[in-house]
């Protein structure tokens, strides 16, 4: 605890609450900060200026002899309206500072769930610890603005409740003859109670904060499938027509026929078979060896195809 008093960690600790609002952060304070400063200009006021301020009213009223003329009741409600008027100096901007509080934790609770929602859209996951940054700026603005409006509201109603008795003073010491209908005691000027209003700017915050502890408390699914292709109606013509095809037959004179035709050296059977792979990527090539040829003119054959990027299917032909 000693350690907060320290001016350095005490810097550390409001840039490290700076950093983890944001910049509405920097906006509430401000607006507290100058929301205290004019709840302490009426404090001041209040306590050591408005009973100097009544004197002075009440002497001018008691340096009058007529008290029962309309001129009289016009001139005492003069002094209580310059008192009133006096009074109320800033507590209209007091409200409105207070009213704007938790307006501004709104604005920080909506801009941190957009980075949350960013992160969820980045990431395709709620990874709670990508998303304590937008979690951080959405909640610490609501806490803040909260917080301040608490205390402003404790504070309003206690400068409320002391211009209140100030005003109701002076209208009773300020005594008057009855007369043109006017009371002996009564205040001729009195504030309208004002209509009770309800303010739903807590509650929103509280539904949005919900809202960041669902999303990061759910579980997001990604199912794979396998995709299935169904056959079409009417397949290409290159997929129904079978593939060309090269047949290599070895003999037992230990020549290779190509396709039942020329004759080749077993040693070029690599260039037959790239050739053939150049014009046709598709094609097969199948290797039929007669019963009695060579096994090494055979062997031969199936290297020089394995050679030109080629697995020729081999078969071997049966006696008659």
Do not use: C
Request: charged letters at 20%; aromatic letters at 6%; glycine letters at 8%.
């Amino acid at each position: 605890m000693l350690e907060m008093l320290n001016p350095f960690n005490m810097l550390e600790t409001i840039s490290g609450y700076l950093n983890m609002g944001g910049p509405v952060v920097v906006a509430l304070l401000a607006s507290t900060f100058l929301m205290w400063m004019l709840i302490s200009e009426r404090v001041l006021y209040f306590n050591f200026v408005a009973g100097k301020l009544i004197q002075d009213k009440q002497n001018l009223w008691a340096q009058r002899s007529d008290r029962k003329s309309w001129e009289a009741h016009a001139y005492r409600e003069r002094l209580i309206s310059e008192a009133r008027i006096e009074n109320e100096r800033f507590l209209a901007a007091i409200r409105s500072l207070i009213m704007i509080t938790p307006l501004l934790g709104l604005l920080g609770t909506v801009t941190g769930m957009i980075e949350v929602f960013q992160v969820i859209t980045d990431t395709g996951s709620s990874n709670a610890r990508l998303m304590a940054s937008g979690i951080s700026r959405a909640t610490i603005p609501t806490m803040t603005g909260l917080a301040v409006s608490l205390t402003g509201v404790f504070a309003i109603n206690y400068l409320d409740r002391k211009h209140d008795k100030i005003i109701t003073g002076l209208g009773q010491s300020l005594e008057a003859e009855g007369g043109l209908g006017y009371g002996s005691k009564g205040r001729l000027t009195t504030s309208e109670q004002e209509a009770a209003e309800v303010n739903i700017t807590p509650l929103l915050d509280i539904v949005f904060i919900l809202l960041i502890f669902f999303i990061v408390t759910a579980t997001f699914l990604d199912e794979e499938g396998i995709a299935i292709a169904s056959p079409e109606e009417n397949p290409p013509e290159e997929i129904t027509r079978p593939p060309p095809s090269l047949v290599l037959a070895v003999r037992n004179d230990g020549f290779v026929a190509v396709d039942g035709g020329r004759l080749i050296d077993p040693r070029s059977v690599k260039p037959t078979v790239e050739a053939f792979k150049a014009q046709n990527p598709r094609g097969v090539v199948l290797l039929s060896a007669a019963p009695d040829a060579a096994v090494e003119t055979t062997v031969l054959v199936l290297d020089q195809s394995r050679l030109a990027g080629v697995d020729p299917a081999v078969t071997i032909q049966g006696q008659e």
